[in-house]
């Protein structure tokens, strides 16, 4: 077999792979850090979260971001190991 006739299978192989990896990965929102300012204003509601990340905040979100204002409905704790 000549490496001219591999070069299809390894281009399917790489972009079949790369499709799985994108679909596993998917289009998840980052996990809240477990700081003791996100785990007192998780129960509460988006408000407490734009005090930081609004328009005027010390950490405003980032440019690109949704215009969604029910930040617990995407940004959820990760699991806590034991």
Do not use: W, Y
């Not at 990965?25 to 980052?30: C, I």
């Not at 988006?46 to 930040?71: E, I, M, W, Y």
Request: proline share 13%; aromatic share 2%.
């Amino acid at each position: 077999m000549k490496p001219k006739d591999l070069l299809i299978p390894v281009i399917a192989v790489v972009l079949v792979g790369s499709l799985v990896a994108l679909s596993i990965k998917g289009n998840r929102a980052p996990a809240l850090p477990s700081t003791p300012q996100h785990i007192a204003a998780a129960p509460g509601a988006p408000a407490s979260c734009l005090g930081c990340h609004g328009k005027n905040g010390q950490f405003p979100r980032t440019v690109g971001h949704p215009p969604k204002d029910q930040c617990p409905q995407c940004h959820t704790f990760k699991e806590l190991k034991k």
